[in-house]
């Protein structure tokens, strides 16, 4: 008989709240159902502004993006205009809570947490992107001979490769779906056979594949997304996103079939999909309009031929559209190299500027999602090349660039295409600020937006209009159907822990401090708050 493990985490990343609720209310999902019956169930929410990428960072951390410094898997370098790819166990400024309770002599098992890296040394193990949605830097373990094991007993997580990689056809979305479910069945196995060696402090598995379905399927289970077409369901007989949620639920209820009556079990559905909205696409042009971004001018040296460079991008870019899905999987990584390198010849901007200049302009966007745009002043002092005083000058550009932005109409519904803009430095504080964007630009999300992939072009176009940037149009591009949102939910249940309804939302961060509490653990210098509904008779 193993020895029990004492705090048990099973998480969803990007499951819709909403949706479990309603399946596990009419019998869909009999696991869910049982355990908000039977468990302290709160409502979460995470990272304002920063949901898409510092969701799971500030998790693990218990601290905000402006102490952690991660927002996204593209940053700005802070001191030049270059942006680099970042591998966040590598980036992400604080520890995670696991090395807390690792270095205290708590024996940990930390299986797929996204968006983390390899805590070397660990009492216990780990696993990174065995079966995750984000693919940074592959399938690493610790200890490092636990790759083998793990690919020797149940070999590579069935979907192989990042959902966004290349988007999906219609004939193709029952296979996605299928590698989906048969990876949350996979991934049961291999928890509980970890779980079962015994002994564990806190042991966590995160299921991701519920994140991959609600990015590329959502239009098929959303019978009011533009991009729904009940006749092209038929292949499916089944909603796709009903069907994964279907399996982790199952999974779930075989995991929970093993924790001793003294475990601290803890469900977590970090943050809600659904609806794909924003309209960044349109941002750069916007942004020109108002006159506060400029286009970057292409300047061709005498020595090279004026067309070389196009002609190269030309051919590259037919040999991709028609090389085989199989051989572009390996080739992503070259892929990515080669198209920096192309457009950053001959004056061009990296992709990563969307098109704007940021030497020559007085703002610039950097990468933080779609739902929410980082837009980065170009401050004197701060940019290499900035031009903006801080001051009054800096505070009358955000003011008035907020001004113009939430005069935008979206001239299908007469709406606001634009929620609210908010100023960084007004919501966070901390050592790491300057790796955030000075403004964030929450876009409305009451109209989902149609993807040029599944929906004929005319019908896609968005066309937002004011009076001083009059009509700006386009066609979203992006695959992705269904997107983030910052609320989730969790339940939790265990000795000391009341049945209930918990009337208060929580912060993501709040967890991190939680589990080390639930373990006498201190976790230093937090933004986060223990949960005392949770931890009970377990303080004192």
């Not at 056809?169 to 049961?188: H, I, W």
């Not at 092209?232 to 069907?243: A, E």
Request: negative net charge.
């Amino acid at each position: 008989m193993p020895l029990p493990t004492k705090v048990l985490l099973l998480a969803v990343d990007g499951g819709d709240k909403f949706l479990i609720k309603s399946w596990a209310a009419d019998g869909t999902l009999p696991t869910f159902r049982s355990l908000l019956a039977r468990g302290l169930v709160g409502d979460t929410m995470s990272l304002e502004g920063f949901y898409e990428g510092s969701t799971w960072p500030s998790f693990y951390t218990g601290v905000t993006p402006a102490h952690h410094g991660f927002h996204s898997l593209i940053q700005l370098n802070p001191g030049s205009y270059e942006f680099d790819r970042i591998r966040p166990g590598d980036f992400v400024k604080r520890e995670p809570f696991w090395n807390y309770l690792s270095r205290a002599g708590h024996r940990v098992a930390i299986l797929d947490i996204p968006l983390s890296g390899i805590s070397k040394e660990l009492n216990g193990i780990q696993m990174v992107e065995w079966g995750s949605h984000d693919v940074i830097c592959g399938f690493h373990t610790w200890p490092s001979q636990l790759q083998q094991d793990v690919l020797a007993r149940f070999g590579p997580h069935p979907l192989t490769r990042s959902c966004d990689s290349f988007g999906w056809t219609q004939q193709e979305f029952p296979t996605f779906r299928d590698l989906l479910v048969q990876g949350v069945q996979k991934k049961a196995k291999l928890t509980n056979h970890y779980l079962n060696q015994g002994g564990w402090d806190f042991f966590t598995q995160v299921f991701t594949e519920g994140h991959c379905i609600g990015h590329q399927c959502w239009h098929l289970h959303d019978s009011n997304h533009p991009d729904h077409d009940p006749n092209k369901m038929i292949s499916l007989t089944r909603d796709p996103i009903r069907d994964v949620y279907v399996a982790i639920d199952t999974a779930i209820g075989e995991i929970l079939g093993h924790p001793d009556n003294e475990t601290v079990v803890f469900i977590l559905v970090s943050h809600r999909m659904t609806h794909y909205f924003g309209m960044q696409f349109l941002l750069p042009e916007i942004l020109c309009r108002l006159e506060v971004a400029k286009i970057p001018s292409r300047e061709i040296s005498a020595d090279k031929s004026p067309d070389m460079i196009d002609k190269l991008d030309s051919v590259l870019t037919w040999g991709w559209h028609h090389t085989p899905r199989k051989i572009k999987e390996k080739l992503v990584p070259i892929q990515h190299r080669l198209r920096d390198w192309i457009d950053c010849r001959e004056g061009k901007p990296s992709p990563m500027f969307f098109g704007i200049d940021p030497r020559k302009s007085k703002c610039f966007l950097l990468h933080n999602g779609g739902c929410v745009s980082g837009l980065r002043v170009n401050l004197a002092g701060r940019e290499p090349e900035g031009f903006v005083e801080p001051g009054a000058e800096m505070e009358a550009l955000c003011d008035e660039l907020a001004q113009d932005l939430l005069q935008i109409a979206d001239l299908h519904t007469g709406k606001s295409a634009v929620k609210s803009v908010r100023r960084t430095a007004e919501l966070y504080h901390g050592e790491f600020l300057d790796h955030l964007p000075d403004l964030l630009v929450e876009w409305r999300d009451d109209k989902p937006v149609g993807n040029t992939v599944t929906k004929n072009l005319d019908e896609s176009r968005i066309r937002l209009a004011s009076n001083k940037i009059g009509v700006v149009e386009g066609v979203n591009t992006y695959c992705r159907t269904g997107d983030h949102r910052p609320e989730g939910i969790f339940i939790a249940l265990g000795p000391g822990i009341r049945p209930g309804r918990l009337e208060k939302t929580v912060s993501i961060m709040d967890f991190a401090p939680t589990f080390t509490s639930l373990l006498g653990v201190g976790l230093p210098d937090v933004d986060g708050q223990p949960i005392p509904e949770i931890l009970g008779a377990h303080l004192g």
